[in-house]
């Protein structure tokens, strides 16, 4: 294995880390929430009382890349299959956290700080299928 050293961004990657961490206990002290991005991705079209966080969450979403974007150089992700995979690969995703209940950042960041079991769990369910992915594209695909 090796690091591709011209994309290493350690510093950037823990600044982003505490943000995060920083943003999961703000919404939990004010709120009593989970910070669970696909709890509330999922409940957007629902008009109750946390719409306009939902709606700050999925801008957040959408502007901060390209707010980083304008100001520093970044490499063009550009998927290596087709269209079908990529859409499919989504789907997935979305059918994966509905099974367990979360997603990484429900489970992986506020879960595994409040020492859930359930949580600790699908964390490392997650690790699982996603380093035995890994292995199979890489190594046998």
């Known amino acids: 294995m090796s690091i591709d050293w011209q994309n290493f961004t350690p510093w950037a ?3 982003g880390g ?3 961490g920083i943003a999961a206990g703000l919404l939990a002290a004010r709120s009593g929430r ?5 709890g509330f991705v999922s409940g957007f079209f629902e008009r109750d ?3 306009t966080a939902r709606l700050a969450l999925i801008a957040g979403l959408v502007l901060a890349p390209l707010v980083v974007g304008a100001f520093t150089a970044q490499p063009s992700a ?3 299959v087709g269209w079908t995979a990529v859409i499919a690969g989504g789907l997935l995703v979305g059918f994966g956290t509905r099974l367990a209940s979360g997603c990484t ?3 992986g960041v506020c879960g595994l700080s409040r020492l859930s079991l359930r949580s600790a769990v699908a964390t490392g369910a997650f690790m699982a299928s996603a380093m035995a992915t890994v ?7």
């Open 13 to 15: 990657s823990l600044l």
């Open 18 to 20: 505490i943000a995060i």
């Open 34 to 38: 989970i910070l669970g991005v696909s």
């Open 49 to 51: 009382r946390e719409w």
């Open 78 to 80: 550009v998927p290596d």
């Open 105 to 107: 950042s429900g489970h």
């Open 135 to 141: 292995f199979v594209v890489r190594h046998i695909a």
